[in-house]
Each structure stands twice: as C-alpha cells, then as structure tokens.
C-alpha cells in the first residue's frame, strides 16, 4: 500500500491507501516532536507520495523513515493540470501544493459542478474550480490560530485559552478575542458561497470544525482531501511508470498517449 501524508505547519496528515481508496488514516503533530516520523505506519508500505508545505527539514526527516522501510519517498508538486482540472494560477508553480491536491480531491468529488474549496488551517485558503475544471484563483488569509497569534504578537492581550463561542458580545478579553476571530473566517465564507454561488462547497483543514457547523451555507466536511488528492496523484504516477503493453508488440504500434499530470 502507499503511505500518503499531508505535512502541513504544524501537523502530518497521513492515510493507507490502495490506489485511491484510503484504508485507513490519521495525524501526527510535528512542532515540537523531532521523532515524529516514529509514529507514522510502517507495515504493508511500498511506497510514500507527501504534499509538504513545511520547511525542507520535514521531507529530510521523512526520506529518513523512508530508507528505513526500503521504499520509495515521492514528493508531489504543483502541475499546470490534471486531467481536466486546469491550473488557473498565471505562474501555475506558484500555487501551493496543499491547495492543487484539494483541487484534484475536490474535481473528482465535483466532477462537472462549479466547486469552492476552503482550507482552514494555520491559514485560511479558498480556491475556485468551474464546472469545466479551470481553476480560477483563490484567496489566502489567516486561520483562527494565526489570527489569535497576531494579537498576542502585536498587541498587549494575551489570550490564555481559545473557548469555542458563538457570542457576538463578550464579557472577558479570551472570549472577545475568540468570538471576534471565529466571526471572522464565518464571516468570509458565508460571503463567499453567497457572491460566488457554486454548485458544491467543500472544506477541509485542522480548523474546520470549528466553523463549519456554524455557517449559513451547506458545506461538505472532507477532513482527508488533500491526502485525496495525493491518492489520485500517486496513482497516476503509478500508472504512468507502468510499461506500455503498446510498447512491446513490436513494429508498427503506437505509443499510448500520456496522461495529463
């Protein structure tokens, strides 16, 4: 099977997968645990395919664990397209990897239908997909975590838990503090299924649960689909390494057309 993995700022999503099926899954937190990769799966797995948006030092770590078990590390990246779905970034590369595999997750959940992918994270994402795959843009701004940071660091207040509220008014700083951030990301994503009206909504990421059963919209909770997304990536690579039976009838064949990374 193939270990996936989502290393985001802070956490390691993981997941067994056979071929795009997720076996099982679960989470790891990085900051603060050198030896994190000890508890990463490591039976039954032939290969490893990471999205990383963390500094390098995560994927020198993982290609450690990796040579341990004897198999492969694959690192994906950004591509212009996949399949249908079409890079709508004017430097395609550019986009992070996070968001181009919760795009392919989202486009094989939402094929045909005009979707918009939020990721509420240690940042806040929001992605487009018409209904004909292009990718139209998106947007980036802080999470409920870094918002409440950004307080701390640029402030006198000093928050010392985060409650869960849904007050508009507040009657202590640590509550204030939590209802006028989670207001915030509710805020903008009511805006945006509003003004922007797809046909899907999805939303994914550490801090989505938080949020979503506090918005006015009806949205889809796919807490796994970044590392859906790196599913169908590796298995496309899989596959395109394969040997073309094409290749080895001899004189006159054809080579098969290849898939779209």
């Not at 020198?60 to 212009?80: I, Q, W």
């Amino acid at each position: 099977m193939n270990l996936l993995l989502d290393i985001g700022n802070s956490r390691v999503k993981w997941a067994l997968a056979h071929n795009d099926m997720l076996v099982e899954t679960g989470a790891v937190r990085r900051e603060g645990s050198p030896r994190w990769t000890d508890s990463l799966p490591s039976d039954s797995v032939d290969a490893l395919f990471v999205a990383s948006v963390a500094h390098d030092s995560a994927i020198e770590a993982l290609a450690m664990h990796a040579r341990a078990l004897g198999v492969g590390l694959h690192v994906v990246r950004t591509s212009a397209h996949f399949g249908d779905l079409v890079n709508g970034y004017r430097e395609p590369l550019r986009l992070g990897v996070d968001r181009w595999m919760a795009c392919i997750g989202a486009r094989a959940r939402a094929p045909n239908q005009s979707t918009l992918v939020a990721d509420v994270g240690t940042a806040l994402t929001l992605d487009w997909i018409d209904a004909d795959g292009a990718h139209g843009g998106g947007l980036i701004t802080p999470g409920l975590a870094s918002m409440r940071a950004a307080l701390r660091a640029t402030t006198q207040l000093r928050p010392d838990s985060q409650p869960a509220t849904d007050t508009w008014l507040a009657q202590d700083t640590d509550t204030a503090i939590a209802a006028g951030t989670l207001r915030s990301v509710i805020a903008l994503l009511d805006g945006a299924a509003v003004d922007l009206a797809p046909q899907r909504l999805l939303i994914t990421g550490g801090e989505a649960h938080w949020v979503v059963e506090r918005l006015a919209s009806r949205w889809e909770f796919c807490p796994q689909l970044v590392i859906e997304g790196v599913a169908l990536q590796a298995m496309h690579e899989q596959q395109s390494s394969l040997p073309n039976e094409h290749n080895q009838t001899g004189r006159g064949s054809q080579q098969a057309s290849k898939p779209s990374e």
